[in-house]
T-cell receptor, first 117, second 113 residues
Framework: EAGVAQSPRYKIIEKRQSVAFWCNPI?????LYWYQQILGQGPKLLIQ????????DSQLPKDRFSAERLKGVDSTLKIQPAKLEDSAVYLC???????????????FGEGSWLTVV | RKEVEQDPGPFNVPEGATVAFNCTYS??????FFWYRQDCRKEPKLLMS???SGNEDGRFTAQLNRASQYISLLIRDSKLSDSATYLC??????????????FGKGTKLSVIP
């Protein structure tokens, strides 16, 4: 079974530039997550989709971050304009069919490493 | 108080040692509990779920105390390959039929030859 695919793996941009990350979840997984992991910290949820609807985006900095999941499959996360503190790994994850029960685990992609200079 | 707190690391232990990690959570409505393992520059991967009755998987034992809102992970006979960061994860209902996973900061383990 194919895992969660993410691209690009690495990106270096200057502050105030924009960047976009793409994620393709495991086939059939209804729930998709974007996490931000800053070096030395645990992953922090940015946004959670159930099919193509947003379930939780309370920690997404909406003035600069946006995400969409068209057709309930692939997702993109955009940052515009980037700040130095956005340097982090952006992890996409997915989990199986709705409803997502408490016992279900989630599967992560390898992450997109962003450095803002 | 942070939602999920873990022992500060790093833990440097010799091969063969037993090491224990602790984790506390603040949301008493939390439903499920997990330990994830994250290797350097890799994504987190599920190590094991944690149940109230306690559960064991080879050299790994996980315990949950709901009354104290406390989770533990015990690793016996440490191997070099156990070197990683161990993340405590707690889930709670977030509405619309979904559950949100909250991660601790992680505890770094280095097993030394």
């Amino acid at each position: 079974e194919a895992g969660v695919a993410q691209s690009p793996r690495y990106k270096i941009i200057e502050k105030r530039q924009s960047v976009a990350f793409w994620c393709n979840p495991i086939s059939g997984h209804a729930t998709l997550y974007w996490y931000q992991q800053i070096l030395g910290q645990g992953p922090k949820l940015l946004i959670q989709f159930q099919n193509n609807g947003v379930v939780d985006d309370s920690q997404l900095p909406k003035d600069r971050f946006s995400a969409e999941r068209l057709k309930g499959v692939d997702s993109t996360l955009k940052i515009q304009p980037a700040k130095l503190e956005d340097s982090a790994v952006y992890l996409c994850a997915s989990s199986p069919q709705t409803p997502t029960t408490a016992g279900n685990t989630i599967y992560f992609g390898e992450g997109s490493w962003l450095t803002v200079v | 108080r942070k939602e999920v707190e873990q022992d500060p690391g790093p833990f440097n232990v010799p091969e063969g040692a037993t090491v224990a990690f602790n984790c506390t959570y603040s949301n008493s409505a939390s439903q499920s509990f997990f330990w994830y393992r994250q290797d350097c520059r890799k994504e987190p991967k599920l190590l094991m779920s944690v149940y109230s009755s306690g559960n064991e998987d080879g050299r790994f034992t996980a315990q949950l105390n709901r009354a104290s809102q406390y989770i533990s992970l015990l690793i016996r006979d440490s191997k070099l390959s156990d070197s990683a960061t161990y993340l405590c994860v707690v889930t709670a209902y977030s509405g619309a039929g979904s559950y949100q996973l909250t991660f601790g900061k992680g505890t770094k383990l280095s097993v030394i030859p």
